[in-house]
C-alpha cells in the first residue's frame, strides 16, 4: 500500500519545503534513504485490475455447450447405473480440462513476465551521482534527470528547465507541447497551468531539465485517473479472429455429422441408444477444434519468449504474425548496422589534417600529423569545444557512455589531449542552449567564461560553414576566405569518402541579452572532427541471410552519400543511393517509380521516413522501419513493423514501435523475423495435423455408421485419443524449432489464410487415408470379436495421428529428434495407450490385448498410410505450388 507525506498539491509550494517534507536534497536520495521511501510507498507502478483468478480459468476450461452436455450424459449414466463408462468418461474429461488451465494459465505467465521486461528506465541522482534505474523503483524525494524524447515516470517539481517543453495529450488531451520553466505559483490553477510541475506518462519534445518526484504510481494525476476508470483489453490476434470463425464452421459441421451418426445408430441399432449418443457426443468434443484460438496464443507467447533470448522484444502479439510477411527492412545506420561506439580519428585544424590514434571509449592514443606528434595546445579550442558542447556523459569505470556515442567520442578524443569535461563543466558552466534538431543540424551551447559569454557551436560542416565569417589559425582568428572554406569542404569529402562521420565546431563571443536568433551568425569556424562507427562483423551474414528470403535491406541514415555508400559497399547492400534533397524533389510517382531500386538513403529527415514508408507500401511491400528519435515515431507506427531502439531509443519511439531490440543490432532483427515465420510454421504445424487427424476420427465414425458397423469407437475411446495425441504431442509443436529453410523461403503475403487450397486438400486426403487404414484394421478384428476389432482400430489411430507428426515436420526438413518436449510427448503417449491395451485399466476402455500378429497388420497399414501419403503429399505441393 502506497504511503502519503502530504496532500499538498506540490506546485504551489515553497522548493526548500518540499526538500524537507521529502527528506531530500539538490544531490538526491541516499541508497538507503530511496530502500526505505521504497517500502513505504511500494513500486511506482499503476496497479492493475486483476488478472482472471486461476480458479475461474480453470472452471472456464468446461464452459463449452458440448462438455455440458457429455457431464449431463455421465451423470444420466450414473443414475441408469453405467458407473464404470461414467468414472473413465469424468476423469479423461477432468484431464483435458487440467491440461487446458495449464496451457492458458502457462501463456498469460509469459505474457505478463514479457510487459516487465518492456518496463521504462529512469536516471535519477542517488548518493550524488547519476544513476539508471527502472521507472519501478522511483521514489518521492529523487532527482530526476530529464532529456528530450523520455517518457516521465512520476509527477515532479521542476529544479531546472532549459528550453523544456511536455507533451502532456495522455494526462490533460492538450495536443500542443506545453513550455515548462522553474517558477512559484501562488494561486489555485488546473493541471494543464501547472508549468513548473511535470507529470507521469507525459512526454519531454524538447530540452533538458531536473526535478523533484513528489507523487508516484497511484498517488500521481494519471494514477489517480487510473484508480477511475480501471479496464482491461485483451486484443486478439487476427489469426486467432480467423482461426476461431474456422472453429465455428468445423464445429457446425462435426455437430451435424454426430446428429446423423446417432441416429443412423439408433435406426440401424449399432448399439445402446446411451452408447451412441456418448459416442456422438464425445465425437464432437474430440473432433471439434475449439482450442485453436488458445493454442494460437501459446504458440506466439513461447515465441516472443524466444526472440527476448534472442535480444528482441515484441510489445504486441499480432506483430509476430506480420513478421513473417516482411519483405523491407529499413534499417538507420549506426548502432544498428554498426558498433555505437564511435572513435575520432582524424581532426582538420589550422589547416593540418591529423590522424588520432586508438580506438573505443578508453582514452589511449595521441595526435599525430604525418608521423609526428603534434602539440595538442594546438588542438586545444576544437577539443574544448567537443567537450563543452556535449550532453554524454564518459562511464570511467567501464569506459562506456551514457548518452549519444557521437557525443562520447568527442569527451574521449578530448580526454586523450589531457581536456577533462567534468572539469570544464565546472570552469565554464552551460547557461543557455540551443538544442540539436534535425532541420538545422547543429546544436549550439552558451558557456559563462570569467565575465564573458561564449556560443560554442557543433554540427554538420557543410552546413556550419554557410553560418561562418571567421576562421580560427594557430590561435588567430582571421577572415573565413574562399579558398579556406574550399579546403575544409574538400577535406570534409575526403573524411565522407572514407565512412567516417563528420562534425564541424565554431564559436563566437555573445553579449548578455542578445536574441538567440544572432547565436548562430558570424561564426568563428575552428575544424573537424571525423570519427568512424565500424559494421558489425555479424551484419554481413544477416544481410546476406535476407536476399535468401526474399528481403530487400534499404539503409536510411542521416549521413553523408559517400559514407552511408561506403558503408552499403562493405556490408553488400546492393543498389542506387539517394539523399534527403533528392528525395524532396521527388514527387510520389517518382519515388513510387524508383523505390524498389533504391537501398541507401543519406542525409534524411525523420520526415523523410514516412514519404519512404509509404511509398514502399504502396508498391505491396510490408515494411520493417527502425528508429530511435522523437521524430522517428511517426514513422515507426507507419511501417507494419516499428522497430526501436532498447539502447539508444528515447521513450517516445518504444511507445510508438511494435518491436524494441534490446542489443540495437540488426541481426536482431533478422533473428525475429526468423522466429516469426518459425512460429506461423508452428502454428501451421498444428492445424495441419490437428485437423487431419480430427477429419480421420470423423470419418471412421461416419463411415462406419454407413456401412452399418458396429461402433469402430465407443465414447471413452474418442476422449482418450483427443487427451494423448491432440494434448501433448500436438502441443509439443509450439516449441518446435525453427525450420532450416525458413529463411531460404519467399516472404508470405500479408493476411494469407492460414487454411490455404493446397493445405485443405492436404488435410482432407491425409484424414481419408487414416480412416480408410484404421475401418481396415477394424474389419480384420472385427471378424473376431467387437472388442478386438475396436481395440485394433483405437491402437492404429493412435498410431497414425503420431505418424502424421512426422509426416508434417519432414515437410519443413526438421529432425525427428530436434524437438525434446516433442519426443517426451510421443512416449508418454505411446506409454499411455500401451496401458490402456495391456494392464486392467482395459476393462474401463473396453479393449483387450493385440498379438503379435495384430501389430504386423496395424504396422503394415500405418507404413502403407506414410508412404501414400507421403507421395499425396507432394503431388498436392506441385500441382498448387504452396509450401505448408
Request: net charge neutral; charged share 20%; aromatic share 6%.
Amino acid at each position: 500500500m502506497q504511503g502519503t507525506i502530504m496532500t499538498g498539491k506540490y506546485y504551489d509550494t515553497e522548493l526548500e519545503e518540499l526538500f524537507v517534507q521529502f527528506g531530500s536534497s539538490e544531490k538526491g536520495l541516499s541508497s538507503e534513504d530511496a530502500a526505505r521511501l521504497l517500502q513505504k510507498f511500494g513500486p511506482n507502478e499503476i496497479k492493475e485490475v486483476d488478472s482472471e483468478r486461476w480458479w475461474l480459468m480453470l472452471l472456464n476450461q468446461f464452459n463449452s455447450p458440448l462438455i455440458w452436455i457429455l457431464l449431463v450424459a455421465v451423470f444420466v449414466s450414473i443414475f441408469v447405473g453405467e458407473i464404470v463408462d461414467a468414472v473413465v468418461i469424468g476423469i479423461i474429461l477432468l484431464l483435458n480440462s487440467v491440461l487446458g488451465f495449464v496451457q492458458e494459465f502457462k501463456a498469460e505467465k509469459a505474457i505478463e513476465a514479457l510487459k516487465k521486461m518492456a518496463s521504462l528506465k529512469a536516471v535519477v541522482i542517488r548518493d550524488g551521482v547519476q544513476k539508471k534505474i527502472d521507472a519501478s523503483q522511483v521514489v518521492p524525494g529523487d532527482i530526476l534527470v530529464i532529456e528530450t524524447g523520455e517518457k516521465i515516470p512520476a509527477d515532479s517539481r521542476l529544479l531546472e528547465a532549459s528550453n523544456l517543453e511536455a507533451q502532456e495529450a495522455a494526462l490533460t488531451g492538450e495536443s500542443n507541447p506545453v513550455s515548462k520553466k522553474v517558477c512559484d505559483i501562488a494561486e489555485d490553477v488546473t493541471i494543464g497551468d501547472r508549468i513548473n510541475m511535470i507529470f507521469s506518462s507525459t512526454i519531454i519534445t524538447r530540452g533538458h531539465g531536473r526535478a523533484l518526484v513528489c507523487a508516484t504510481g497511484m498517488d500521481s494525476q494519471i494514477g489517480k485517473i487510473a484508480h477511475m476508470i480501471q479496464t482491461t483489453k485483451t486484443e486478439k490476434t487476427p489469426l486467432q479472429n480467423q482461426l476461431a470463425l474456422l472453429g465455428r464452421w468445423l464445429g457446425l459441421l462435426v455437430v451435424i455429422v454426430s446428429v446423423i451418426v446417432f441416429f443412423t445408430g439408433v435406426i440401424m441399432r449399432e448399439g445402446s441408444v446411451m452408447e451412441l449418443f456418448f459416442t456422438a457426443v464425445a465425437l464432437a468434443v474430440a473432433a471439434i477444434p475449439e482450442g485453436l484460438p488458445a493454442v494460437v496464443t501459446i504458440s506466439l507467447s513461447l515465441g516472443v519468449r524466444r526472440m527476448v533470448r534472442r535480444n528482441a522484444l515484441v510489445r504486441h502479439l499480432p506483430s509476430v504474425e506480420t513478421l513473417g510477411c516482411t519483405t523491407v527492412i529499413c534499417s538507420d545506420k549506426t548502432g544498428t548496422l554498426t558498433h555505437n561506439e564511435m572513435t575520432v580519428k582524424r581532426l582538420y585544424a589550422n589547416g593540418k589534417d591529423i590522424s588520432v590514434q586508438g580506438s573505443g571509449y578508453h582514452p589511449e592514443g595521441g595526435f599525430l600529423s604525418g608521423r609526428k606528434e603534434v602539440d595538442t595546445a594546438e588542438l586545444d579550442m576544437l577539443l574544448k569545444i567537443g567537450a563543452l558542447n556535449n550532453d554524454a556523459m564518459l562511464d570511467r569505470e567501464n569506459w562506456s557512455i551514457i548518452g549519444d556515442p557521437t557525443e562520447g567520442c568527442l569527451i574521449t578524443s578530448a580526454l586523450k589531449a589531457g581536456i577533462d569535461k567534468d572539469e570544464l563543466d565546472s570552469q565554464c558552466p552551460r547557461v543557455d542552449e540551443i538544442p540539436f534538431d534535425s532541420d538545422r543540424k547543429r546544436m549550439t551551447t552558451v558557456h559563462a567564461i570569467g565575465e564573458k559569454r561564449f556560443a560554442y557551436v557543433k554540427g554538420a560542416p557543410d552546413m556550419l560553414l554557410n553560418i561562418c565569417d571567421k576562421v580560427w589559425m594557430n590561435g588567430i582568428i582571421v577572415r573565413l576566405s574562399p579558398k579556406d572554406k574550399r579546403a575544409i569542404l574538400k577535406k570534409n569529402r575526403e573524411y565522407a569518402d572514407n565512412a567516417l562521420r563528420v562534425l564541424g565546431f565554431a564559436f563566437k563571443e555573445v553579449i548578455d541579452g542578445e536574441n538567440k536568433d544572432k547565436w548562430e551568425k558570424g561564426l568563428v569556424f575552428v575544424g573537424l572532427q571525423a570519427m568512424i562507427d565500424p559494421p558489425r562483423e555479424e551484419v554481413k551474414g544477416a544481410i546476406a541471410k535476407c536476399k535468401l528470403a526474399g528481403i530487400k535491406v534499404v539503409m536510411v541514415t542521416g549521413d553523408f552519400k559517400q559514407t552511408a555508400i561506403a558503408i552499403g559497399k562493405e556490408l553488400d547492400i546492393d543498389g542506387k543511393a539517394v539523399t534527403g534533397s533528392e528525395l524532396a524533389q521527388m514527387s510520389d510517382a517518382d519515388l513510387d517509380e524508383q523505390v524498389n531500386s533504391i537501398s541507401i538513403y543519406a542525409r534524411v529527415n525523420p520526415s523523410h521516413k514516412m514519404r519512404i514508408v509509404e511509398a514502399l507500401k504502396r508498391k505491396g511491400h510490408v515494411v520493417a522501419m527502425t528508429g530511435d528519435g522523437v521524430n522517428d515515431a511517426p514513422a515507426l507506427k507507419r511501417a507494419d513493423i516499428g522497430i526501436s531502439m532498447g539502447v539508444t531509443g528515447t521513450d517516445v519511439a518504444k511507445e510508438a514501435s511494435e518491436m524494441i531490440l534490446t542489443d540495437d543490432n540488426f541481426t536482431s532483427i533478422v533473428n525475429a523475423v526468423e522466429e516469426g515465420r518459425g512460429i506461423y510454421d508452428n502454428i501451421r504445424k498444428f492445424v495441419n495435423y490437428l485437423l487431419s487427424c480430427n477429419v480421420g476420427e470423423v470419418l471412421v465414425i461416419f463411415m462406419g455408421a454407413l456401412f452399418g458397423l458396429p461402433l469402430p469407437l465407443i465414447a471413452v475411446q474418442l476422449l482418450w485419443i483427443n487427451l494423448v495425441t491432440d494434448g501433448l504431442p500436438a502441443i509439443a509443436l509450439g516449441v518446435d524449432p525453427v525450420s532450416s529453410d525458413a529463411m531460404r523461403r519467399p516472404p508470405r503475403k500479408l493476411g494469407q489464410s492460414i487454411l490455404s487450397k493446397g493445405m485443405s486438400l492436404n488435410i482432407l486426403s491425409i484424414g481419408a487415408l487414416i480412416a480408410i487404414a484404421t475401418l481396415a484394421m477394424y474389419y480384420i478384428g472385427l471378424q473376431q470379436s467387437v472388442e478386438l476389432g475396436r481395440s485394433m482400430a483405437f491402437m492404429t489411430l493412435v498410431l497414425l495421428e503420431i505418424v502424421r507428426l512426422h509426416m508434417i515436420r519432414s515437410s519443413y526438413h526438421i529432425s525427428i529428434f530436434s524437438n525434446k518436449w516433442l519426443i517426451g510427448a510421443v512416449l508418454i503417449s505411446i506409454c499411455l495407450q500401451l496401458v490402456v491395451i495391456y494392464t486392467p485399466l482395459r476393462m474401463f476402455f473396453g479393449t483387450v490385448p493385440l498379438a503379435g500378429a495384430h501389430w504386423l497388420w496395424m504396422i503394415g497399414a500405418v507404413a502403407g498410410v506414410f508412404l501414400v501419403g507421403t507421395i499425396t503429399t507432394r503431388l498436392i505441393k506441385k500441382i498448387t505450388h504452396e509450401f505448408y
